[in-house]
């Protein structure tokens, strides 16, 4: 299979459609095979592959100026506040109601801050890996010589209450809690900080995420966003190829750009009843069901148990809260293969719905609830055959 997979790309141009049958049944993580597949399946890299070393180092730059730009800049400000007065003008002060004042900016940027932190802090808490410091720390933002305000301390000096949470989409928020694979810890105490200098993965990730809310403020941040970039972010941090895994979050956040076009309209609550939003998708995944499985689509319907229920997590956050993270970046070798898209994910979700059938069939309806929100099956193989078979039944 690695052969295979050398093979095409190892073509000066990559054939699109025979990666994608290669990719759909799984990806070998050996050589870096996944960190390069996943950036051409999300259309990060072109499938010229003479484009590739001067597309990366624009890239790669651009994501430094928005470092410079939204990070950098506005902590440089901060610091000086105080210091040199001519920055305090009465166009632009702290207390300026102005709504086009950069501190009111500032001010709205925190609180949008506070909700990425607490989310990125609790990240696969099951696992180490997000709390462990990185090779590659940012050397723009952590040069000792810095005086100016970073996102960490920007955190730990702002005591905004983050009342943002209620704006939130009530789904996201209170689904999290039946996830069986996430403990929330009780405060932010909990994690060790670590010493000037060193940053863990969990704060790549906020600082990639806080650059994305700020460069598309029409969605901003929406909670469940940090389960989507965290498997993309794992994935090229640990790349055994340190010339790619150096550029990590570059590369993390330009895929999560293009990934976050494709679905970004499941995180707009405005869309939720559009074709394209939310909910049109989860009135899809049961009439798919009613199409291979009649007779359990019934029994859901007769309990009155509706997609909502367990169909909006899945769906928006592509199983990546259903599984263990390596079973979830198995089953995103598949989807990101899909040339529909995200067609594919509809059959894994009923999938999913008829390799319990039998228990499904047999429970009342706070069983079926538990067993949908909390669901039993463990081997994504198993998922993604029968999703395939039922795809091929069509």
Known sequence: RIADFQEVLGEPTVALTKLRDLCFSGIPFDGGLRCLCWKILLNYLPLEKSLWSSLLKKQRDLYSQFLKEMIIQPGIAKANLGVSREDVTLEDHPLNPNPDSRWNTYFKDNEVLLQIDKDVRRLYPDMAFF??????????????????????????????????????RSGVTN????????????????????????????????RI????AKLNPGIAYVQGMNEIVGPLYYTFATDPNSEWKEHAEADTFFC????MAEIRDNFIKSLDDSQCGITYKMEKVYSTLKEKDVELYLKLQEQNIKPQFFAFRWLTLLLSQEFLLPDVIRIWDSLFADDKRF????????????????QLLEGDFTLN?????????????LILKKAKELQDSK
Request: net charge negative.
């Open 131 to 168: 709390q462990r410091p990185t090779d590659y720390p940012c050397l723009l933002i952590l040069d000792p010589q810095n005086e100016f305000e970073t996102l960490r301390k920007r955190v730990e000096q702002t005591t905004l209450k983050s009342q943002t949470v209620a704006r939130n």
């Open 175 to 206: 689904v999290r809690s039946s996830s069986p694979l996430k403990t929330t810890p009780n405060s932010l105490s909990e994690y060790e900080v670590l010493p000037n200098g060193c940053e863990a993965h969990w704060e790549v990730v906020e």
């Open 256 to 259: 999560f750009t293009n990934l």
């Open 369 to 381: 609830m538990r067993l949908l929100q909390d669901y039993p099956i463990s081997d994504v193989h």
């Open 209 to 212: 995420l806080f650059i994305y």
């Open 343 to 358: 067609d594919f994910l509809l059959l894994v979700c009923c999938a999913m719905l008829t390799l319990i059938r039998d």
